[in-house]
C-alpha cells in the first residue's frame, strides 16, 4: 500500500469521523478496538465540532511502517476544528488483506 492509498484511507476516516457518521466508521473498522458509542464519546470530549483539515495538511500524514508486519502501517492523524489544528489525534493501523485494505481505529487522542 503505497502513500496515495494511505490518503485516501485516512481522508475516508476522517470524513466519517467529521459527518460524525460513527456507526459506519465502526463497521469500516470491524469495531477492531472501538464501538460506536466509544468513538462518540471521545469526539464529544473535544468540545466542538470536528471540520475536514485543509488539503496541504494531508502532505503532512505521520506514517510509519509497523515494525515485524510487512505491509501493516501505522498512521496518525490530527483533528481539525473551525478554529484550526487541535492537540487531538486520532491512530490507526492500516493493512491489506487479499488485496483490501484493512483499516483498525486503534484510539482517538483526546488532550
Do not use: Y
Amino acid at each position: 500500500m503505497g502513500p496515495n492509498e494511505l490518503g485516501l484511507v485516512a481522508k475516508h476516516v476522517m470524513k466519517l469521523l467529521v459527518e460524525r457518521r460513527f456507526e459506519e466508521l465502526e463497521a469500516a473498522t470491524n469495531a477492531t478496538r472501538l464501538s460506536a458509542d466509544e468513538i462518540e464519546e471521545s469526539v464529544d470530549d473535544i468540545g466542538a465540532a470536528l471540520v475536514m483539515p485543509p488539503e496541504p495538511s494531508w502532505k503532512d500524514l505521520r506514517v510509519s511502517a509497523v515494525r515485524n508486519w510487512p505491509g501493516a502501517f501505522a498512521v496518525q492523524l490530527s483533528l481539525w476544528t473551525k478554529n484550526g489544528r487541535t492537540p487531538h489525534t486520532v491512530e490507526l493501523t492500516v493493512h491489506t488483506k487479499n488485496g483490501t485494505p484493512v483499516i483498525e481505529l486503534d484510539d482517538i487522542i483526546v488532550s
